[in-house]
C-alpha cells in the first residue's frame, strides 16, 4: 500500500506524517522508518522509529532512490512502514510520468514485501495527475 499526502506548503503534511509514525511505532509489531532530506524530523519522530537523512547519502536522484529504498529492505526484513517527507526533494525528475512510475514501483515493492508507503508531496493536489491521484 502507498498512500499519498499531497498539499500545498503549509497545509500540515508534516504534521500529519509525524503523528502517523507515532501510530505506527505504538501499533505496529515492525520497524519503522522514516526518511527525510534534511534534519528537520530529529526532534519530532519517536527514538523508536529509525529516522534516515537521505541528503547524508547523496541521495539525488530517482534511480539512487529506489537503490536506497531497496537496500534499506533488503537490509532489515522486519520493517512494515516507510514514511518519507517532501518525497519530490529527493528526486531530481518529478515529473508527472517519473513520479507515477516510481510511485507505480513502491506500490508493488509494497505487495512483495508486505510493507506500508506513506509519502508527502507539496503540490497542488487538485491539479494532480490522475495516476498519482488513486494513492491519495
Known amino acids: 500500500m502507498v498512500k499519498l499526502i499531497m498539499g500545498l506548503k503549509g497545509s500540515g503534511k508534516t504534521k500529519a506524517l509525524v503523528d502517523l509514525v507515532k501510530k505506527a511505532t505504538e501499533e505496529e509489531h515492525g520497524d ?3 526518511i527525510e532530506r534534511d534534519k528537520n524530523l530529529t526532534y519530532n519522530i519517536p527514538y523508536t522509529a ?6 547524508e547519502y547523496g541521495i539525488n ?3 539512487l532512490f529506489r537503490g ?7 537490509g532489515n526484513y522486519d520493517v512494515t512502514h516507510v514514511f518519507i517527507d517532501n518525497f519530490y526533494k529527493l528526486l531530481d525528475d518529478t515529473s508527472e510520468d517519473a ?6 514501483w513502491l506500490d508493488e515493492v509494497s505487495s512483495r514485501q508486505n510493507v506500508k508507503f506513506t ?3 507539496t503540490a497542488d493536489p487538485d491539479a494532480a495527475d490522475p495516476r498519482l491521484k488513486k494513492f491519495f
Open 50 to 55: 529509525r529516522l534516515v537523512h537521505a541528503g
Open 32 to 34: 519503522v522508518i522514516c
Open 99 to 104: 513520479v507515477s512510475a516510481l510511485l507505480e
Open 119 to 121: 509519502i508527502t508531496a
Open 68 to 74: 536506497f529504498v531497496s537496500g534499506l529492505l533488503a
Open 61 to 63: 536522484t530517482n534511480t
